[in-house]
């Protein structure tokens, strides 16, 4: 079991089911009407082409393009295909995400490994091959959509961060902004779980009484001696430096009461504060890749005018606060065994017995913001209101609009799926990254006016794989979720079609 093991474990039925896909579905289909034919335009050398209404950066489409680079001396040779521009079908085009979805896979593996070293290869592969059939994730390695890039990117940007080659890293978070530019602030998120993480190593250095002699870690880490211009201080600096006490370590299960995780917060926000001031000019070389990243990414928006590349009418920047209560739930609903369980409900209500006055605080403060969210910043996009292919259109008119008090009764589960949410990764997370976790998905997804669940396929990946979820048992139980709902959706859109009065063609259901 390994690496290898999971690529043939998805290569599986990733091959046998893209097969299925194209062959009853096999012209462009949603976005793919628009990612398609401009993919084509750059298979025919036309980079000068761009479609408005496409709304991301073109990424994908020169992944495509080395993609179906690598086969078409093969299919040329056969005489399969007269031009590269014919080898660009959509079949091929497809392709490319059914590719990117194994090597997704083995980056997963490896995220894993790193993460969780106690762990062997038959517990990682198992934990890997459950997370490839993740529903939002699945379905879209079959559709040529930007998804599977944008998440496979941002993953391996954050492998190679972990590893502490943060020049690649970066570059790799370049692709993924390339890919869709909101991933900007996944890899922002990336940078700062390197910060941490650094700053934490050099607080644990007891011996380390000298900037200069902390520049071995540098060393080890793939990086160059600092040298004196990155190190220069005063000895008072020094000594303040190697006097910062040491903090806890970040795999070691905390307690989780309401008052010690707000005091336990502060306090480690602070430490990683002043120990990031102490060695910022050594933390801004390291993590200067990040910096020139940024800096392109702002110099763009400038240039566009906004973050979005087309349609932007459409996909204005909105304060939809609901959005991250949506997240939270559906997020908890698909590791459904670690949070909706006795045992889950007995340690929050654990954590309120504690500390009864600031549990109480912190339950009364998450249910007024949530009903702020759901009563003053709820949005009904005009694409959710008159799209009935997705299921997000069914979600919300059976369920969140059927009544309007429905909307307010969920909001006692928002709040319950987000505090399980946090208990579960404080666990083993130091609570700032916690926070910079939920800052990064507020970013994301607050500004979003459109209810999409394949904008909660990055956030959920950084959340499962860094929630420890230890059982097997849970796994399994997760498996069979995900499978059960793949084999419903994938029946409903290859073989439930049907017809619009006001439009011609064939229709399908999707996420």
Known sequence: MGRLAVAAIVSSWVIPISILVNRIVPDPYMDEIFHVPQAQQYCKGNFSSWDPMITTPPGLYFLSLAHVASFYPGMLCIQAVPSYFDACSTVALRSTNAVLAVICSIVVYEIISQLRPELDKRRVTLYTVVLALYPLHWFFTYLYYTDV???????????????????????????????????????????????????????????????????????????????????????????????????????????????????????????????????????????????????????????????????????????????????????ALFMVPVHFTSSQTAVLFQSLRKSRVMGVVLWFMGLTTAFLSVHYFSIAHPYLLADNRHYTFYLWRKIIKIHWSTKYLMVPLYVYSWFSIFSTLAKFQKKVWVLVYFLACAAVLIPSPLIEFRYYTIPFFFLILHSHVSSDRNWVLMCILYAVINIFTMAMFLYKPFSWHHEAGIQRFIW
Not at 165 to 190: C, D, E, H, P
Not at 258 to 285: A, C, F, N, P
Request: glycine share 4%; hydrophobic share 45%; net charge positive.
């Open 149 to 331: 890039a944008s998440l496979t990117a941002v993953l391996a940007s954050y492998l190679l961060c972990t590893k502490k080659n943060y020049t690649l890293s970066a570059m790799l978070g370049a692709l993924a902004v390339l890919v869709r530019q909101t991933n900007i602030v996944w890899i922002l998120f990336v940078a700062c779980t390197g910060i941490i993480e650094y700053t934490q190593r050099v607080r644990k250095d007891k011996h380390c009484e000298q900037l200069d002699d902390c520049s071995v870690l540098d060393h080890k880490d793939g990086q160059l001696a600092l040298g004196k211009a990155a190190v220069t201080g005063s000895n008072l600096r020094r000594r303040r430096l190697s006097n910062i006490e040491d903090s806890s370590d970040h795999l070691t299960p905390r307690n989780n009461s309401s008052s010690s995780y707000s005091s336990d917060l502060i306090d480690e926000i602070k430490e990683t504060l002043v120990t990031s001031w102490y060695i910022k000019w050594r933390l801004l070389l390291l993590f200067s890749p990040y910096v020139m990243l940024l800096v392109a990414f702002f110099g763009f928006v400038y240039w566009n005018g906004s973050i979005v590349l087309g349609a932007k009418e459409a996909h204005a920047v909105s304060p939809h606060f609901a959005q991250l209560m949506y997240f939270g739930l559906i997020s």
